[in-house]
């Protein structure tokens, strides 16, 4: 009994000594406002550095963020049917076996036209300046070449464009042996991508929660309106753009096709690439496409621009069905932006940060209408003071 007593003492002081130790307050650190806003600046500077020396860091994140936002949509189906973690498996699974299709079924046909392109490069110089002359006699007979002929007007134009041809291969060879020797970086970034994809779809309530908590209570329901309203547009607008750049590329193919224009899948693949880019996109899409039809078609000049009429309105029919069908009907009030902001914000992004300002131009855009639309209805000026 009494070595009961003493160890229930023992034991008992040792709990009241542990519960005390956590009642105990922090010691509070006291800094003046002015202290407190230096230091946070001077943390979102060395933020700021720090992206700027790992630009990688931002690619990374924006890309994960971008895919998970993208398979929201069948984790989310999928997740009434099975536990979240199973939908989030099975959907990586299936993406996998999408690419996989696609290296099986369109890499080998897309690698040996563009070959087959290359090595009938000649043949489309040949072509194009053959396409060159008949579009300049009528101007020799008019007088509007300078007294030059038809053939020193073409060849001087066609030395020129030559020259910037080789000055470009030149560069894409260079950036393809960069491209080779930090293949490791790509691979470790395209993981990243796909770890922050993956635990932002497992974590996102987790991510919310941490979100609401950190805004203050009395705003908490506009906080949680705020990240809706961010997560519907960004939803619509990536999982839309995936739709809409596949069927636009599926269906340039399949035009270029049946109207007999060679490396079809080339291009119809090219297509989706420019398809990212908004309005800039479709003229960029349908460039080689006019180009191939040219200088491929038989000998004659009607019928080569016959052909190439009949392209430019198969892309001019594609791109009406995405602006006009496509768009309205899956991206909805996505962006709900007038058409003239987004082409000068795809040219000023460009100017800014070249092909990634370009493609992330319409995103930040559309962060930016999110953010006016919460702010316009919640910002109101304080009432004067009455004399």
Not at 45 to 66: I, K, N, Q, R, Y
Not at 181 to 190: D, E, M, Q
Not at 271 to 286: E, R, W
């Amino acid at each position: 009994m009494r070595l009961g007593r003493r160890t229930g003492q023992a034991t008992g002081g040792k709990a009241r000594g542990r519960e005390g130790r956590r009642d105990i307050a922090p010691t509070l650190i006291p800094i003046s406002p002015r202290l407190l806003v230096v230091l946070g600046i001077a943390g979102a500077v060395v933020f700021a550095l720090f992206l700027w020396a790992s630009p990688t860091v931002v690619v990374v994140a924006l890309g994960g963020v971008s895919l998970a936002i993208v398979l929201s949509y069948p984790v989310g189906a999928l997740s009434r049917v099975m536990p979240r973690a199973l939908a989030i498996l099975a959907t990586f699974l299936s993406l996998a076996g999408l690419v996989v299709l696609a290296g099986v079924f369109l890499v080998p046909p897309l690698t040996e036209q563009l070959t087959a392109l290359v090595a009938s490069t000649p043949d489309i110089a040949a072509g194009a300046n053959r396409v060159l002359l008949d579009v300049l006699k009528p101007l020799e007979e008019r007088n509007l070449l300078g007294g030059a002929s038809p053939e020193q007007f073409a060849s001087g134009l066609v030395n020129d464009l030559f020259d910037r041809l080789r000055a470009l291969t030149e560069n894409l060879l260079s950036g393809l042996v960069g491209f080779i020797s930090g293949a490791f970086n790509i691979g470790v970034g395209l993981f990243g991508v796909l770890f922050v994809a993956a635990y932002l779809l497992a974590d996102v309530r987790k991510v919310k929660a941490a979100y609401l908590k950190a805004a203050p209570v009395h705003y908490r329901r506009d906080a949680r309106e705020l990240w809706e309203a961010f997560g519907d547009s960004f939803s619509r607008y990536l999982g839309g753009l995936v739709f809409v750049i596949v069927i636009q590329g599926a269906l340039a193919g399949v035009a270029l096709y049946f109207l007999g224009v060679p490396y079809a899948i080339l291009i119809g693949a090219w297509v989706s690439v420019t398809a990212i880019i908004p309005y800039l996109g479709a003229f960029l899409g349908g460039i080689p496409a006019v180009v191939v039809a040219l200088a491929f078609d038989s000998q004659t000049f009607d019928s080569r621009t016959t052909t190439a009429l009949l392209v430019v309105a198969s892309y001019v029919l594609i791109q009406q069905l995405e602006s006009n069908v496509l768009t309205p009907r899956i991206q909805g009030q996505a962006l709900r932006v007038h058409p003239i902001i987004v082409l000068l914000a795809v040219i000023g992004g460009g100017e800014i940060a070249g092909l990634a300002g370009v493609i992330f131009a319409v995103p930040v855009l559309a962060m930016m209408r999110v953010l006016l639309d919460f702010f316009r209805a919640r910002i109101r000026p304080k009432p004067g003071k009455e004399p």
